[in-house]
């Protein structure tokens, strides 16, 4: 018999030819005006109505979340809202950029600690009636004061736009949450004016049809091609000479392989400095981010709604989340700990049952329990039971690896008062956690009093990541896309971290330092009760919201076309979730 060839090159020649299509297209796209940009964002927008429906439906059942379940507005949510809600956002900035007067409108001021931040959210009279006191602060690098600061917002769009260099970015798509991959391309397309290669995750490659519906006016104009592929593709592409320059959302091991090899190729590439990949790229990566309780004196309620929110942190697209909270860092002597705990199982048991769906997820989660001798699980029913871990010093294998699936660390302080436990928690955080992407802050408005707003400020000023959320889940950011998104500024290429760059960012700010956003302590109407002055209900991101799927679907329509006449309909189902 004749040996039957195994090595069989592929072939690749439908990626060449869409990128030759891509580089013939670039210069033109680079160059187009603001108004006819603004014009391509308002057709995306109309064809995202058409499709959102589908996406959302076929993105739940891909998932496997339970048909009929309120998880579905996940996938509105995440998916179409926060894709409509960056056009709006890139419309009104390319609207004002004429002497960037975009930014005149936006509130600023200087921190405790001597930075200028800008408050991005609330922006309009819109978010202050749909996200009613949440707000958000994007704080710049030390050296950008409110005198520079458009010095430093939108560069790319001080060369003039005859003169603009066109070029071709590779976007790597994430395969967990749907809007990522769309968003990656509007910060290379409208940020930085490249023609953008997007590689579907094979893990929710599904979503290519409703993408190229979507985002068929960049097609059209040969900004922007979809294609599918694994590893062998995503190396191609890396390593393509018309691509100038590389994004991805993943893994820093992945990160790692890209630029320096896989195996120990890469080992000795980094050991010697020697990048295999010697393009630009940036990247966002995951972190065992943590969420840090402070002790106070919280009622019932209290306990049960920030339970309500923490397994929302954990569990939100069932743990596949870059943010969600990893490591639970608590009082120890704190008399609520435990019933703060209990609560938070009880929430976890009793949420409608979903499964893992990310590949990989069963190994990952066996693994993480197999590192502790004392972790336990409880059963949730036709989901997987949720492993907790608790960590004492030193075990460094819960601080350094990102889980990515439904499983929790636990990491207990002792502290003689909440202003010393907290800076004790940020040192922990800082000093021992895997990455600065996202880190969570929950704390009684009381509590902040106590130690005073101002020193308050200053501490968390200490804590080193991308997104800060006080009373809030840093994924809230993801989907406020005026929020610069990534990790703190200052890794490198050899030690990656949670990434480099932002994305999202739709003020286009060139230096951001991270994003501190804000929520209300209690939901309305208790928060009114209390003298919080908020008219947010139960947030429709939280797992436990049993309207969601239909305030996500009407968000997106709201965010499509805003209207006084859609509101009354939010609200009424907004307060019954």
Aim: proline share 6%.
């Amino acid at each position: 018999m004749n040996q039957i060839a195994t090595d069989i090159t592929p072939d690749f020649s439908a990626l060449d030819r869409d990128l030759e299509a891509l580089r013939s297209g670039a210069e033109a796209w680079a160059r187009t005006s603001n108004a006819e940009r603004i014009a391509v964002l308002a057709e995306i927008k109309d064809r995202l109505l058409e499709v959102a429906e589908g996406w959302a439906e076929t993105a739940a059942r891909r998932k496997l979340i339970p048909a009929g379940s309120p998880l579905a507005g996940e996938e509105w949510i995440s998916g179409p809202y926060a894709v409509m809600s960056a056009c709006n956002g890139l419309m009104q900035t390319l609207a004002g950029m004429n002497g960037k007067a975009f930014l005149d409108h936006l509130s600023k001021r200087t921190t405790a600690n001597g930075q200028l931040a800008v408050r991005v959210l609330p922006h309009s009279i819109w978010d202050r009636l749909l996200l009613s006191g949440v707000s958000a602060d994007a704080w710049m690098q030390p050296q950008v004061d409110e005198a520079n600061l458009a010095a430093h917002t939108a560069c790319a769009y001080d060369t003039p736009v005859d003169a603009r260099d066109g070029g071709v970015s590779l976007v790597l798509g994430a395969g967990n949450i749907a809007s990522i991959a769309p968003l990656d391309v509007f910060e290379k397309a409208f940020g930085a004016h490249k023609a953008v290669i997007l590689k579907m995750n094979p893990v929710n490659e599904y979503l290519t049809p409703f993408l190229e519906a979507a985002l068929k006016p960049l097609i059209e104009r040969d900004a922007l091609r979809i294609v599918k592929g694994g590893a062998e593709v995503g190396s191609y592409l890396c390593n393509h000479a018309a691509v100038d320059e590389v994004h991805i959302t993943g893994a820093a091991a992945s990160h790692d392989a890209i630029v320096w090899g896989p195996g120990e190729e890469g080992a000795k590439n980094k050991a010697a400095n020697t990048p295999k990949l010697t393009k630009p790229i940036t990247s966002e990566l995951g972190a065992v981010c943590p969420t840090i309780v402070v002790p106070g004196n919280w009622s019932e309620a209290d306990i049960k709604f920030q339970a309500e929110h923490l397994a929302t942190q954990k569990l939100h697209n069932s743990g596949f989340n870059c943010v969600a909270c990893q490591m639970l860092v608590l009082p120890k002597s704190w008399g609520q700990k435990d019933a703060l705990i209990d609560a938070i199982r009880g929430v976890m048991r009793d949420m409608d049952a979903r499964q893992a769906y990310y590949p990989g997820a069963a190994d990952r989660m066996a693994g993480f329990a197999d590192q502790s001798a004392n972790a336990t699980s409880f059963d949730r029913g036709e989901a997987p039971a949720l492993i907790f871990a608790p960590v004492n010093e030193g075990e460094n294998w819960f601080t350094q690896n990102e889980v990515f699936a439904p499983a929790l660390s636990t990491f207990e302080i002792e502290a003689e008062d909440a202003e010393t436990y907290l800076i004790e928690a940020i040192r922990y955080a800082n000093e021992t956690l895997h990455g600065t992407l996202g880190a969570n802050i929950v704390i009684h408005p009381r509590t902040i009093r106590q130690i005073g707003r101002k020193r308050f400020e200053e501490i968390i000023a200490d804590l080193h990541y991308g997104t800060i959320a006080v009373n809030a889940w840093t994924g809230l950011a993801f989907l406020a896309t005026a929020c610069p998104w990534g990790a703190f500024p200052g890794h490198t290429l050899d030690d990656v971290g949670s990434g480099i760059g932002f994305a999202h960012n739709t003020f286009m700010f060139d230096k951001p330092e991270r994003v501190v956003v804000t929520a209300p302590w209690r939901p309305f109407p208790r928060g009114v009760l209390s003298g919080q002055f908020t008219l947010l209900p139960r947030p429709p991101w939280f797992v436990t919201n049993r309207r969601q799927h239909v305030v996500g679907r009407l968000l997106t329509h709201f965010q499509h076309k805003p209207s006084w006449l859609k509101l009354p309909r939010i609200f009424a189902n907004a307060l019954r979730g």
